[in-house]
């Protein structure tokens, strides 16, 4: 396609000369009170609050990339109030959790605001809120309703008709809109991480990149972590792989890797700029089970991604993965369709990702080793600000104590396990084809997709 042809691919948010020189990779045997194996947001949330705790605590961060170069740095910049995929899959879930649950989500999104401004983190963190639009007449009632449930749960949200919502951002495709106001903020993913790893280095954690940890073990009053060219014997440790194989096989059955896309677009010439409007920069998103998330960054270009994720036979995972024709043909086509007056817009950049998708869709945590190693996994792409969530009460869990969050319902419960494959590349695939098939029969779901959510798996809208 024409508006492809010269895309990048490589994610945007990565392709900057500001992103840091990678730190030096682990070299022999070291110690720590507390090894951190992963260096995205969960990662680094962790190794901060680990040392806002207790300053003197001999915390260090093994990365086998670069921190932010997977999820952290691939993402739409969605940072969201929401711990449970959404209030209506909350309520669905956890009902007796769920006032408490939306109280701790606003306070970890007010303080990852706090924390980006305390550290001057430059990652144009914007609290501009989120319009959920409805495309197909179906959706109206649909968003009207999850619109009642958010204001019961004390959400500030305005119901716009398709006049209102044009004004605010103009899509021929929009019939009706919900404007959370502060449930969403939006920042630059690899900023962020690029931030968090500044001030953990500033506070003193010890971050090795380029080092991929390869073997976990125990050692009595500690655990060893194995590296190809050295280890780590720590007391406690908190592994935060995301979509990646776990350490722990236990976990291989809870999650499995999703391929997400998305477009960048080059920066918006004026008069384009005022043929949408868009001027307080809200996140937009879908309603369907395939749908679109987007948002227009600093210097005008639009990200445009979601719709069709791809899960491959096994739960493969490849650098080769993350380009696929075939997706950005369609978020290209589809962008036109959202936007007519932009048509002729081109892409710089084209990417994907692997997403760390569980059957509850929201991320679930839990302890081995005795207690020693903490874990969480399962964002299903609803990680940006659930992270900084999920680090606290990973370090709650390795505490030993019981805290507010230990005891909560979706701290203490696991999701339903994917099935063992090959049945897990079956069903996954049946699920896919069902969901399309409810968003073209009005949301309807077919006998498969209402089975699967009886067995307690998938999204409850």
Known sequence: MRTLRDAAPIPYWLDRPERPDPLPPLSGVRTADL?????????????LLAKQDDPARDVVVLEAGTCGWAASGRNGGFCATSLTGGLANGRARFPDDLV???????????????????HGIDCDFVRSGELKVATEAYQVTQLAESAVLAMAYGRT????????????????????AAWDRRGTALVDPARLAWGLRRVCLEQGVRIHEHTRVTGLSDEGAAVRLTTPHGAVRAGRAILATNAFPPLLRRLRHFVAPVYDYALMTEPLTAPQLASIGWRRRQGVSGLGNRFHYYRITRDHRILFGGYDPIFHAGGRTAPVL????????????RFAVTFPQLADVRFSHRWGGAVDTCTRFFAFHGTAYGGKVAYAAGFTGLGVSATRFAARVSLDLLSGRRTELTELATVRRKPVPFPPEPARTLA??????????ADDHEGRPDLWLRTVRRLGMGIRR
């Open 322 to 333: 993350a380009q696929r024709r075939a997706s950005f043909e369609t978020l290209a086509r």
């Open 35 to 47: 090894a951190i194996v992963g260096g995205g947001y969960a990662g680094l949330w962790a190794a």
């Open 428 to 437: 996954i695939t049946l699920t896919r084809r069902s969901l399309a098939r």
């Open 100 to 118: 408490t649950l939306e109280r701790l989500g606003t306070e970890n999104l007010d303080a990852i605001e706090a924390t980006v401004a305390r």
């Open 157 to 176: 949200v305005r119901l716009l008709d398709s006049a209102a919502v044009r004004a605010e951002l103009d899509s021929p495709t929009y019939l009706y």
